[in-house]
């Protein structure tokens, strides 16, 4: 489900970073022996887990207030963010499912700008920004990449070792007939 959302590469890795666990969230960070406390550094909770700042917390409550989604976010199941997600996948269809992760991108950005840049985002406008960069992803490919966005050609080449006194330097490269070339 996260890898067939349709968005932006950078929602789904979002979504599959929350689902393994690797958010840092104070619950983890202390999980980790990494900090002292679960106290959630934004609204003061007494825990700071990832559910709670992804629905819960001063931002994302005002999201998820001006939302569609206010009503049937009660009635998911809380005891993961797995279930939940798993949950609302089979009560929505694939276009209101991109729209929940990103607005729980937005309410992880807008934790993330509080917390570390010691700024007060409007979160409205961030899930804003951020539903509209996911709807309009897959047009913006489209346009970018051309009708065949997502289609790997792989080559016959093979990595060798390099003869003794000799250094390989591994690059890539893009080449899209008649279009543009992409070195890394």
Same mark, same amino acid.
């Given at each position: 489900m ?32 990494i ?34 989604y ?8 809380n ?11 089979? #009560? /929505?269809?694939?276009n ?6 990103? *607005?729980?991108? @937005?309410? =992880? ?12 985002p ?19 490919? #489209? /346009?970018?990449?051309g ?6 050609? *792989?080559?016959? @080449?093979? =990595? ?19 279009s ?5």
């Amino acid at each position: 489900m996260i890898w067939n959302l349709d968005g932006p590469p950078k929602l789904s890795h979002f979504l599959w970073r929350v689902c393994t666990g690797s958010m840092a969230v104070m619950e983890r960070l202390q999980y980790r022996h990494i900090s002292q406390t679960t106290q959630c550094p934004i609204c003061e909770a007494e825990i700071e887990s990832l559910s709670h700042t992804l629905f819960v917390c001063k931002y994302a409550q005002d999201i998820w207030s001006h939302s569609p989604y206010l009503k049937l976010l009660p009635e998911a199941p809380n005891l993961n963010i797995e279930e939940r997600l798993n949950w609302l996948a089979n #009560k /929505l269809d694939k276009n209101e499912l991109r729209l929940i992760a990103s *607005l729980m991108w @937005a309410a =992880w950005s807008c934790r993330n700008i509080a917390f570390f840049e010691n700024l007060n985002p409007n979160a409205n406008q961030v899930a804003t920004g951020f539903a509209r960069l996911s709807a309009d992803y897959k047009k913006y490919a #489209k /346009l970018v990449f051309g009708g065949n966005a997502g289609t790997v050609i *792989l080559s016959s @080449a093979r =990595w060798r070792t390099p003869e003794v006194g000799w250094v390989k330097v591994n690059t890539d490269a893009h080449i899209r007939i008649g279009s543009y070339v992409g070195m890394v």
